[in-house]
């Protein structure tokens, strides 16, 4: 794959996180090859105890950072295995 076709998939990838993001309160998705902050807006849909009881099953993982910010952490550094980290907590977290 090229650097063209690789760049758009990301980019689709990210709309397609966003679109899961928006509904649950989550305004902002800032990632890195480390990890990743999901921001978490004042008015959200998010249930707090999943949420909590999310970071005591893997506090290595996941990690609050501040009042409105769930830190994720990688292991991975394939961007496709982090976007589908993700992806599956966004899926997790709505339902």
Known sequence: ??????????LIKTTE????????GIEKIEGNSDGAQLKIATKHH?????????IQQKPKKYQLNGQDRLKIIFE??????????IEELLQQLAH
Not at 1 to 10: E, P, R, T
């Open 1 to 10: 794959m090229d650097f063209f076709q690789s760049k758009h998939k990301n």
């Open 17 to 24: 996180l966003k679109i899961i993001a928006a509904p649950l």
């Open 46 to 54: 998010l249930d707090p105890l999943k949420l909590i009881k999310l």
């Open 76 to 85: 991975s550094s394939s961007m496709e295995e982090r976007v589908a980290i």
